[in-house]
């Protein structure tokens, strides 16, 4: 209505945003803009320095050529199948739909390395994969690698990046607009493809972004699935030829900022969050598909949680039983592993909120750069931004003493993560309507009363979300943890890491257990109670 | 890869401690704090762990380690002594890759002769910049129920006969393996070296990120055998011991039992080079040694050490080790003719 | 508007005529409609009104498809579309719908959204041509006068005009019957207004079967030919807006089609069946009531049902005690006269107090308070004004008055 | 309402007068209001009248300090709040204002609400205690009447509910001015209405200097002491609603304060000086102009304005040819003369035509077609009731009519 939008562009352009001057309305985000892009920074500047870019070429092409195959496989299949189960869990009459909801986030939590053993081991003879395919008279596979592999496990534990956002995305989508499709002589097949799809293309969109990055900057999992992609050159050579290394790390970095940037424009104008469903929404009658959509669901938290469990279970229950191993040793890595990855959860969110308000109520070249620039964090392998860190920090005369200390570990994981607090940060900032601010405003001198009192209550379900999954993330993160932690620190992935390594599964199942359940533990009690992706 | 940072401190480099002697012996003159030294290991913390609190309880040194991966662990100290901001005084590597590429480097300082005295000099740098304190020689690990022992290879060559076709897992991306190759190419020369490879290559073989993981394979049957160190075995059936795997050890002068060595370093830059050298002769004391080959099943390399028990004896002066500096190209080199070969990831 | 060209596409072929029988409709048990039997005779324009929550929704909803009706049939032209064993999908039953909010598709032009009706399979049988599908839109959008803005996005369209592509939306597959609910309620009072004639003409020109809902007296009146007035569910009354205001069946109704004032009186004259003609067939007993508004002649209902009651704002209730010089009050017949504001008229004197004036330039409402304390509503046209404490005497000027026993 | 006992604490100390003194607010480099001049005495309430995108809305926020004027300035009881050198934060201007939609923090409760303008620091120089927050409070409440639901969401409120507490949380902290935007253009006709008057009460109660915004006559006259009518970023004319109703300065403000019908007559009788009494001071001359609607009183204004059109919708305008009887048409002096839709009585007859009829109840407004094709709108309270077709006779029946020169 034109009323509400004039008062909503009176306040945009309104005495609210003047108050800020526009030099800090710049600054702020080109400043977090340019942390971030440290690391990239650094990355290029070594490639050139090191100027083997164009002879590493034929070395690099054929990885980057299966590097792109699986990125864009697992995105599609991931937004695939998280579009259709946040559709399933949010639109139809799906029995159990709360508790699949929960359920089917859960994978996320799992070190991609960790699935990927777990999906070996599962497959080997007396492994639970391997013993349910032999029931149903399938014999396993004899090797579990290549393309196949890799596409399976790295989809089976990304595709929540995009449940998330979408099941969020349907809380906002006005019914009335499936409804009228209908009227208009749609199935409801066809409603779903040609009103709601392109409803969720934003959310689609942001949620496939992440899924491509994870895959291209992973290490973990291809290296076991022994799927040859740029990650797996930055590693092979990072030591006998630094050269290539750093171009493969350059070109991986350069492909996802090229996708970031894609993404960026594809994605349109953003769907004012508008709480718009009039009346609640008739819940679709699944009638005899319930069945198949039951078992679809239960295929992917068996692929994507039951198989891993259950593998990881069989190896510590090994360990235990012969009391080789016990929780004892686990006990300080864990309360570390919790205490940093809350921090860096909540410090991501306060440094990416600045940049999701400027893209969000004064969209600028400054602020979609610094937009781009959190994003492109994500997409250096993490060994690569790990060391790109240390020498930032250690030729930086006010940094390094800070070298190897908690706050530059942190500081690692927020510029590592702080992508994925983005898109939700930026609904959000979307969520706190012009108006509010203003009453709050003519109602409350003091700035900071109304910062905690109107505009911090108004994001928080946003802010929890996007800051759950940088703690997940944060969870299970690898080489940054080794290289930059503090002398004598470890956590839970690193404990995974050294038995694995050497080949003490018992260590590693137990390890894997624990850091699933404390995953789930703490998205439980600060994100799913909190954040309204669960309810609705 | 000639790195761009060792020119900045190539100097200081030059001028690397070269700890002498007497200090040695009686840790007395260092820097500050003599009571502590720091560590960065890629080796394992429940495999070298207990032998450190030994040292401390034997010394009253405190010891801090940061454990990680050998390269990884390289790479950031040469980043960290590009910065002249060194944080560790001992480096332990899984591989003696790790240390050549610090000592290309020049990031290592030169250890007292008589720490280097300790061992045979097949297993330690000839400039004097590492020592190997322990060993693990390649093996042929084998499916018990798969394999005969009557069809196992007697050298590492045979391995490229077509009846291995398909039934070999190889790890071309791991240390020990290219350390392997670097050995082979030192005794037998590039051509033969290459020629093999590219034979193993034709047997089309399994690739595998690491040892544990072929040893894993193997016992699941995934392949028949694989070319791994030899105590991977052991650990693997001590989680599981109904797996089907055994070691076979090919004969002391064949490629194939190439001896990889662990080995340790002292960091240039480091300002308490004594007590680095004090931890040092420590792992090569016999308490240290019989730790070793007590625990991790692996071979001293101290002289006069006792191999293992289950373990056939070592001849050293058979037994092939990896030396870079005498290898064109070193490590890359072998790293290309892997890749060259068709052995991939 | 009605200077549009008359657009033959857009008229729908056949103007269904829609048959409701014992429609009951219940969300988890609690009925929202309660057994309504109703027909809309083809090509009519009926009313849906009632207070908010009292089901209409539901019921519209119920003819669309897009609520299952727990019991009772539904029947769109010719053809049983819901009821025991009989379920038509709503895209099946050639009905268009427009929404509060026109529901516009965000994401498609003005022009995709009134396609996107089109382009659905199997409509009336056939496919359309793509050109024909063009000619479709272009006519549509004509009808509603939108034409040149085809290719704008809804957002960048103010509120009335989005309505009207609603309406062009729902209207270019040639529906059999056209629903609409609360389609101006989003839209500001001037807007509404002009809105509402602009569909007015529309729909006439069309002559499309149309229900649709509203919760506004005037916008039920001016729109609608029929008026079913609903009430917790129920029908209280179908008429013409004229039956409605001038002749309620029950005092709710009374009071929610228009302002109400209940004045008591009593019964004087006896009753005599004058009344009949004019009230057609069975018409109520007529007579004289003695009120403090002086001699009303009334006609009497029966006892009405007890249990709906004034709705809220609307009446308020006048409880005037019989003019105290008359002993028999008690025995007398006490009845409840329903008395318009606009047939109170107002005089110099000192019987009532002016208590409150709302200025509307074309009328005048006063809000009075009366000898005994009780208020009453006056509605003038009259340019005289009076103000806050004037003193006026008031006196009924006007027809035959509906009366209920008191 | 009107029986809620005062509540001095919500009374505001001063009821400040607002002065605005040729204030521009424009949007890169676009003006939205242009040179504004307007005193709003202490304690009255002044409407802000005028068409969507008009500048309504930009003038109350520049007096919120929500925009900041490019030119002009604003005074606050004696304090200058923004001008040339001097800008005034509206947290500091001790103004209340409420939205168009309430704007309630939906995290807080009821009370939360209405509590948190008054934990404000330094409001009125002092803080307030505890429990003398709790008073206010409850006082607030009580005064919208919404004193038991002060632990209730927002969200748990009906719309009208919702403005009520919005009006509360405004009132609380006494402000000297009081800010509406469109307060009830969000709420539903016939809630609208009850709303409206439930807050007129309340603001008279208070007695606070109140500016609110709308673009609804109705509202803006029922409860505007004085009505402020702006068109296109301008002033037209400002009075109280009876002054634009039956004396509006162009013809403009006379078509959107109401409907009206431009008839042209012929100025006949030579023009007496007469009207001065009735109209004050310097009255425009009046006589007599012969039209169709026969012979009608009328003053005459200075011609208008010519670049204000008339508005949109609001006036169907009539082109009555002079009688063709009279030969010295063309000499005599061609007028427009503003008929008012209730000033026009229908009469047996087939001098007209009627084309349209909305039944409201209380009135009836048909479109009459003349002999010369020209349309006129009339309203009629008569019960008898003409239908599309009819055939109908039509004479002025009003006081002195505005003309213009045509
Ligand atoms: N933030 C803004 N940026 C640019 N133009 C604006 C802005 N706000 C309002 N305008 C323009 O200024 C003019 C006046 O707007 P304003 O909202 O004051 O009118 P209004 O009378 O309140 O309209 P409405 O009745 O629709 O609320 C309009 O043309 C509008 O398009
Ligand atoms: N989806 C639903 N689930 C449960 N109860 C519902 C649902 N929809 C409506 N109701 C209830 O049914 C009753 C009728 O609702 P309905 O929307 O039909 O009324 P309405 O007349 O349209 O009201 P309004 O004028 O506010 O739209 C109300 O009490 C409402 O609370
Ligand atoms: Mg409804
Ligand atoms: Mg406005």
């Given at each position: 209505m034109p009323t509400v939008t004039t008062t909503g562009a009176a306040a945009m352009s309104g005495v609210w945003d003047r108050r800020i001057s526009p030099v800090a309305r710049h600054l702020v985000p080109i400043a977090i803009a340019v942390v971030f892009s440290g690391p990239a920074a650094f990355v290029l500047w070594r490639t050139f320095r090191l100027g083997a870019l164009s002879e590493s070429l034929d070395e690099i092409i054929d990885p980057l050529w299966r590097t792109i195959q699986l990125a864009v496989l697992v995105s599609a299949t991931a937004a695939v199948i998280g579009t259709g189960l946040a559709w399933l869990t949010t639109r139809t009459d799906l029995p159990g739909r709360r508790f699949w909801r929960v359920v089917l986030i859960l994978?996320?939590?799992?070190?991609s390395f960790v699935g990927a053993a777990a999906f070996i081991a599962g497959l080997a003879p007396g492994g639970i994969i391997h013993d349910a395919l032999e029931s149903i008279g399938i014999d396993a596979p004899r090797r579990f690698r290549g393309l196949g592999a890799a596409w399976l496990v790295l989809t089976a534990f990304t595709y929540p990046y995009v449940l998330l956002p979408v099941t969020a995305r349907f809380a906002n989508l006005p019914a009335n607009l499936d409804e009228s499709a209908r009227m208009l002589g749609l199935s409801s097949t066809a409603t779903f493809l040609r009103v709601t799809l392109p409803q969720l293309r934003p959310a689609i969109l942001g949620g496939s972004l992440l899924v491509f990055l994870y895959t291209v900057s992973d290490f973990g999992a291809v290296q076991l699935l022994g799927y040859d992609t740029l990650t797996r050159v930055v590693y092979a050579t990072r030591q006998t030829n630094r050269a290539l290394s750093f171009a493969a790390a350059s070109v991986v970095l350069i492909l996802a900022l090229a996708v970031v940037a894609l993404e960026r424009s594809q994605r349109g104008a953003a769907q004012p969050?508008?709480?718009?469903?009039?009346?609640?929404m008739r819940p679709i009658r699944l009638g005899w598909r319930a069945m198949p959509a039951l078992l679809a669901c239960t295929v992917v938290a068996g692929i994507g949680l039951v198989v891993p469990v259950a593998s990881l279970g069989t190896w510590a229950q090994r360990g235990l039983a012969e009391g080789r191993i016990g929780f004892g040793e686990l006990i300080d890595p864990t309360i570390s592993t919790a205490s940093v990855s809350v921090i860096a959860a909540v410090v991501a969110v306060g440094v990416v909120l600045p940049v999701a308000i400027a893209t969000t109520r004064r969209p600028s070249p400054s602020s979609q750069a610094a937009a781009v620039a959190v994003i492109g964090g994500?997409?250096?392998p993490g060994l690569v931004l790990a060391l790109a860190l240390a020498v930032l920090t250690l030729n930086t005369p006010a940094l390094s003493r800070w070298y190897q200390t908690l706050p530059v570990l942190i500081g690692a994981y927020v510029i590592h993560f702080g992508s994925q607090a983005l898109a939700s940060s930026e609904s959000a900032v979307r969520a706190v309507p012009a108006n509010l601010r203003e009453s709050g405003r003519l109602l409350e001198p003091r700035r900071g009363r109304r910062w905690f009192h109107v505009d911090l209550p108004l994001m928080r379900p946003g802010l929890v979300a996007g800051g759950g999954l940088v703690m997940l993330a944060t969870l299970k993160e690898l080489p940054a943890t080794l290289l930059l932690?503090?002398?004598?620190f470890s956590t839970l992935a690193t404990e995974i890491w050294a038995s694995y390594e050497e080949g003490f599964y018992a260590a590693t199942g137990l390890a894997s257990l624990v850091l699933i359940m404390l995953s789930a533990l703490l998205t439980w009690a600060l994100v799913l109670r909190r954040s309204d992706v669960i309810r609705s | 890869g000639s790195d761009d940072t060792s020119e900045d401190t190539s100097n200081d480099a030059n001028a690397g401690t070269t700890v002498d002697a007497g200090s040695a012996a009686s840790?007395?003159?260092?820097?500050?704090?003599?009571d502590s030294v720091t560590i960065y290991s890629g080796r394992n913390e429940d495999l070298i762990q207990p032998i450190l609190d030994q040292f401390t309880e034997a010394t009253g040194i405190d010891v801090n380690v940061k454990y990680g991966d050998s390269a990884d662990l390289a790479l950031l100290i040469d980043e960290e002594s590009a910065a002249d901001?060194?944080?560790?005084d001992v480096f332990l590597s899984q591989s003696p890759g790790s240390l050549g590429f610090l000592e290309q480097n020049e990031r290592l300082a030169t250890l007292p002769d008589e720490t280097l005295a300790?061992?045979?000099?097949?297993?330690?740098d000839d400039e004097g910049k590492w020592i190997g304190f322990s060993g693990r020689q390649r093996v042929l690990v084998y499916n018990t129920e798969l394999v005969d022992?009557?069809?196992?290879?007697?050298?590492?060559?045979?391995?490229?006969?077509?009846?291995?076709s398909g039934r070999i897992g190889v790890a071309p991306s791991n240390g020990s393996f290219q350390d392997f190759v670097t050995a082979m190419r030192a005794t037998e020369g590039d051509e033969v070296t290459m020629e093999w490879l590219e034979g193993l290559a034709a047997n089309d073989p399994v690739s595998y990120p690491k040892n544990s993981a072929i040893v894993a394979a193997v016992g699941r049957g995934e392949v028949d055998v694989g070319l791994v160190n030899h105590y991977y075995n052991y650990r693997a059936l001590e989680e599981d011991?109904?797996?089907p795997s055994a070691n076979h050890h090919f004969p002391?002068?064949?490629?194939?039992a190439v001896l990889i060595v662990t080995g340790a370093a002292i960091l240039d830059g480091t300002d308490r080079p004594s007590v680095a050298a004090q931890l040092i002769e420590f792992l090569l004391s016999p308490e240290g040694q019989q730790y070793f080959a007590a625990e991790t099943f692996e071979y001293p390399l101290a002289i006069g050490e006792p191999p293992p028990a289950n373990l056939p004896p070592l001849d050293f002066a058979a037994v092939g080790v990896v030396a870079f500096?005498?290898?064109?190209?070193?490590l890359e080199q072998t790293r290309q003719m892997i890749a060259d070969a068709g052995l991939q990831g | 508007m009605a200077s549009t060209p008359h657009t033959p596409?857009?008229?729908?072929r056949h103007a269904a005529e829609v048959a409701l029988d014992g429609v009951t409709v219940s969300y988890d048990g609690v009925?929202?409609?309660?057994d309504v039997s109703l027909v809309v005779p083809g090509g009519s324009i009926t009313a849906l009104l009632g207070?908010?929550?009292?089901?209409k929704t539901s019921l519209l909803r119920a003819i669309a498809g897009l609520e299952r009706p727990t019991a009772g049939t539904v029947t769109v032209g010719d053809r049983p579309v819901s009821g025991p064993g009989t379920w038509v999908h709503p895209e099946r039953r050639h009905v268009g719908m427009v929404f509060q909010d026109g529901a516009?598709?965000?994401?498609?032009?003005v022009a995709q959204n009134v396609d996107f009706g089109l382009r659905?399979?199997?409509?009336?049988?056939r496919r359309l041509g793509r050109s024909e599908r063009t000619d479709r839109v272009r006519d549509a959008l004509e009808l509603v006068d939108l034409?040149?803005?085809?290719?704008?996005?809804?957002?960048?369209?103010s509120g009335g005009q989005q309505q009207r592509v609603a309406l062009a939306r729902s209207l270019a597959p040639q529906p059999a019957v056209l629903l609409l609910d609360?389609?101006?309620?989003?839209?500001d009072a001037t807007l509404r207004v002009q809105v509402r004639a602009e569909v007015a003409d529309i729909l006439r020109e069309v002559e499309v079967t149309t229900v649709f809902v509203t919760h506004d007296q005037d916008e039920a009146f001016v729109l609608g030919d029929r008026v079913a007035v609903l009430h917790e569910g129920r029908i209280e009354q179908v008429g013409t807006p004229d039956d409605l205001y001038?002749?309620?069946?029950t005092p709710w109704v009374a009071g929610f089609v228009g302002e109400a004032n209940f004045v008591q009186g009593l019964l004087g004259a006896a009753l005599a069946d004058d009344g009949g003609t004019e009230h057609g067939g069975d018409a109520p007993p007529t007579g004289h009531a003695a009120t403090l508004l002086g001699s009303v002649p009334v006609s009497l209902h029966e006892?009405?049902?007890?249990?709906?009651?004034?709705?809220?704002?609307?009446a308020p209730h006048t409880e005037i005690a019989a003019?105290?010089?008359?002993?028999?009050a008690d025995e007398a017949a006490a009845i409840s006269v329903l008395v318009r504001p606009e047939h109170v008229s107002l005089h110099p004197?000192?019987?009532?107090?002016?208590?409150n004036v709302e200025y509307y330039g074309h009328d005048v409402r006063y809000e009075l308070e009366l000898k005994d304390g009780s208020t009453l509503a006056a509605r003038t046209t009259s340019s005289h004004l009076y103000a806050r404490g004037d003193r006026v005497c008031v006196r009924y000027e006007g027809e035959m008055a509906e009366a209920w026993p008191a």
């Amino acid at each position: 209505m034109p009323t509400v939008t004039t008062t909503g562009a009176a306040a945009m352009s309104g005495v609210w945003d003047r108050r800020i001057s526009p030099v800090a309305r710049h600054l702020v985000p080109i400043a977090i803009a340019v942390v971030f892009s440290g690391p990239a920074a650094f990355v290029l500047w070594r490639t050139f320095r090191l100027g083997a870019l164009s002879e590493s070429l034929d070395e690099i092409i054929d990885p980057l050529w299966r590097t792109i195959q699986l990125a864009v496989l697992v995105s599609a299949t991931a937004a695939v199948i998280g579009t259709g189960l946040a559709w399933l869990t949010t639109r139809t009459d799906l029995p159990g739909r709360r508790f699949w909801r929960v359920v089917l986030i859960l994978p996320l939590v799992l070190p991609s390395f960790v699935g990927a053993a777990a999906f070996i081991a599962g497959l080997a003879p007396g492994g639970i994969i391997h013993d349910a395919l032999e029931s149903i008279g399938i014999d396993a596979p004899r090797r579990f690698r290549g393309l196949g592999a890799a596409w399976l496990v790295l989809t089976a534990f990304t595709y929540p990046y995009v449940l998330l956002p979408v099941t969020a995305r349907f809380a906002n989508l006005p019914a009335n607009l499936d409804e009228s499709a209908r009227m208009l002589g749609l199935s409801s097949t066809a409603t779903f493809l040609r009103v709601t799809l392109p409803q969720l293309r934003p959310a689609i969109l942001g949620g496939s972004l992440l899924v491509f990055l994870y895959t291209v900057s992973d290490f973990g999992a291809v290296q076991l699935l022994g799927y040859d992609t740029l990650t797996r050159v930055v590693y092979a050579t990072r030591q006998t030829n630094r050269a290539l290394s750093f171009a493969a790390a350059s070109v991986v970095l350069i492909l996802a900022l090229a996708v970031v940037a894609l993404e960026r424009s594809q994605r349109g104008a953003a769907q004012p969050d508008r709480r718009a469903t009039v009346r609640p929404m008739r819940p679709i009658r699944l009638g005899w598909r319930a069945m198949p959509a039951l078992l679809a669901c239960t295929v992917v938290a068996g692929i994507g949680l039951v198989v891993p469990v259950a593998s990881l279970g069989t190896w510590a229950q090994r360990g235990l039983a012969e009391g080789r191993i016990g929780f004892g040793e686990l006990i300080d890595p864990t309360i570390s592993t919790a205490s940093v990855s809350v921090i860096a959860a909540v410090v991501a969110v306060g440094v990416v909120l600045p940049v999701a308000i400027a893209t969000t109520r004064r969209p600028s070249p400054s602020s979609q750069a610094a937009a781009v620039a959190v994003i492109g964090g994500f997409a250096i392998p993490g060994l690569v931004l790990a060391l790109a860190l240390a020498v930032l920090t250690l030729n930086t005369p006010a940094l390094s003493r800070w070298y190897q200390t908690l706050p530059v570990l942190i500081g690692a994981y927020v510029i590592h993560f702080g992508s994925q607090a983005l898109a939700s940060s930026e609904s959000a900032v979307r969520a706190v309507p012009a108006n509010l601010r203003e009453s709050g405003r003519l109602l409350e001198p003091r700035r900071g009363r109304r910062w905690f009192h109107v505009d911090l209550p108004l994001m928080r379900p946003g802010l929890v979300a996007g800051g759950g999954l940088v703690m997940l993330a944060t969870l299970k993160e690898l080489p940054a943890t080794l290289l930059l932690s503090p002398i004598g620190f470890s956590t839970l992935a690193t404990e995974i890491w050294a038995s694995y390594e050497e080949g003490f599964y018992a260590a590693t199942g137990l390890a894997s257990l624990v850091l699933i359940m404390l995953s789930a533990l703490l998205t439980w009690a600060l994100v799913l109670r909190r954040s309204d992706v669960i309810r609705s | 890869g000639s790195d761009d940072t060792s020119e900045d401190t190539s100097n200081d480099a030059n001028a690397g401690t070269t700890v002498d002697a007497g200090s040695a012996a009686s840790g007395s003159d260092a820097g500050p704090d003599v009571d502590s030294v720091t560590i960065y290991s890629g080796r394992n913390e429940d495999l070298i762990q207990p032998i450190l609190d030994q040292f401390t309880e034997a010394t009253g040194i405190d010891v801090n380690v940061k454990y990680g991966d050998s390269a990884d662990l390289a790479l950031l100290i040469d980043e960290e002594s590009a910065a002249d901001n060194v944080q560790a005084d001992v480096f332990l590597s899984q591989s003696p890759g790790s240390l050549g590429f610090l000592e290309q480097n020049e990031r290592l300082a030169t250890l007292p002769d008589e720490t280097l005295a300790l061992v045979d000099e097949s297993v330690r740098d000839d400039e004097g910049k590492w020592i190997g304190f322990s060993g693990r020689q390649r093996v042929l690990v084998y499916n018990t129920e798969l394999v005969d022992e009557s069809e196992l290879p007697t050298s590492v060559f045979d391995l490229t006969d077509p009846e291995w076709s398909g039934r070999i897992g190889v790890a071309p991306s791991n240390g020990s393996f290219q350390d392997f190759v670097t050995a082979m190419r030192a005794t037998e020369g590039d051509e033969v070296t290459m020629e093999w490879l590219e034979g193993l290559a034709a047997n089309d073989p399994v690739s595998y990120p690491k040892n544990s993981a072929i040893v894993a394979a193997v016992g699941r049957g995934e392949v028949d055998v694989g070319l791994v160190n030899h105590y991977y075995n052991y650990r693997a059936l001590e989680e599981d011991p109904t797996q089907p795997s055994a070691n076979h050890h090919f004969p002391n002068d064949d490629p194939g039992a190439v001896l990889i060595v662990t080995g340790a370093a002292i960091l240039d830059g480091t300002d308490r080079p004594s007590v680095a050298a004090q931890l040092i002769e420590f792992l090569l004391s016999p308490e240290g040694q019989q730790y070793f080959a007590a625990e991790t099943f692996e071979y001293p390399l101290a002289i006069g050490e006792p191999p293992p028990a289950n373990l056939p004896p070592l001849d050293f002066a058979a037994v092939g080790v990896v030396a870079f500096e005498d290898l064109a190209g070193g490590l890359e080199q072998t790293r290309q003719m892997i890749a060259d070969a068709g052995l991939q990831g | 508007m009605a200077s549009t060209p008359h657009t033959p596409q857009v008229a729908t072929r056949h103007a269904a005529e829609v048959a409701l029988d014992g429609v009951t409709v219940s969300y988890d048990g609690v009925e929202a409609v309660s057994d309504v039997s109703l027909v809309v005779p083809g090509g009519s324009i009926t009313a849906l009104l009632g207070p908010s929550g009292c089901g209409k929704t539901s019921l519209l909803r119920a003819i669309a498809g897009l609520e299952r009706p727990t019991a009772g049939t539904v029947t769109v032209g010719d053809r049983p579309v819901s009821g025991p064993g009989t379920w038509v999908h709503p895209e099946r039953r050639h009905v268009g719908m427009v929404f509060q909010d026109g529901a516009l598709f965000p994401h498609l032009t003005v022009a995709q959204n009134v396609d996107f009706g089109l382009r659905a399979a199997g409509r009336h049988g056939r496919r359309l041509g793509r050109s024909e599908r063009t000619d479709r839109v272009r006519d549509a959008l004509e009808l509603v006068d939108l034409a040149g803005l085809g290719d704008r996005l809804p957002d960048t369209l103010s509120g009335g005009q989005q309505q009207r592509v609603a309406l062009a939306r729902s209207l270019a597959p040639q529906p059999a019957v056209l629903l609409l609910d609360e389609p101006f309620s989003a839209l500001d009072a001037t807007l509404r207004v002009q809105v509402r004639a602009e569909v007015a003409d529309i729909l006439r020109e069309v002559e499309v079967t149309t229900v649709f809902v509203t919760h506004d007296q005037d916008e039920a009146f001016v729109l609608g030919d029929r008026v079913a007035v609903l009430h917790e569910g129920r029908i209280e009354q179908v008429g013409t807006p004229d039956d409605l205001y001038r002749r309620p069946a029950t005092p709710w109704v009374a009071g929610f089609v228009g302002e109400a004032n209940f004045v008591q009186g009593l019964l004087g004259a006896a009753l005599a069946d004058d009344g009949g003609t004019e009230h057609g067939g069975d018409a109520p007993p007529t007579g004289h009531a003695a009120t403090l508004l002086g001699s009303v002649p009334v006609s009497l209902h029966e006892r009405s049902d007890a249990e709906t009651p004034m709705p809220p704002e609307e009446a308020p209730h006048t409880e005037i005690a019989a003019p105290a010089e008359n002993p028999t009050a008690d025995e007398a017949a006490a009845i409840s006269v329903l008395v318009r504001p606009e047939h109170v008229s107002l005089h110099p004197g000192r019987c009532a107090l002016v208590t409150n004036v709302e200025y509307y330039g074309h009328d005048v409402r006063y809000e009075l308070e009366l000898k005994d304390g009780s208020t009453l509503a006056a509605r003038t046209t009259s340019s005289h004004l009076y103000a806050r404490g004037d003193r006026v005497c008031v006196r009924y000027e006007g027809e035959m008055a509906e009366a209920w026993p008191a």
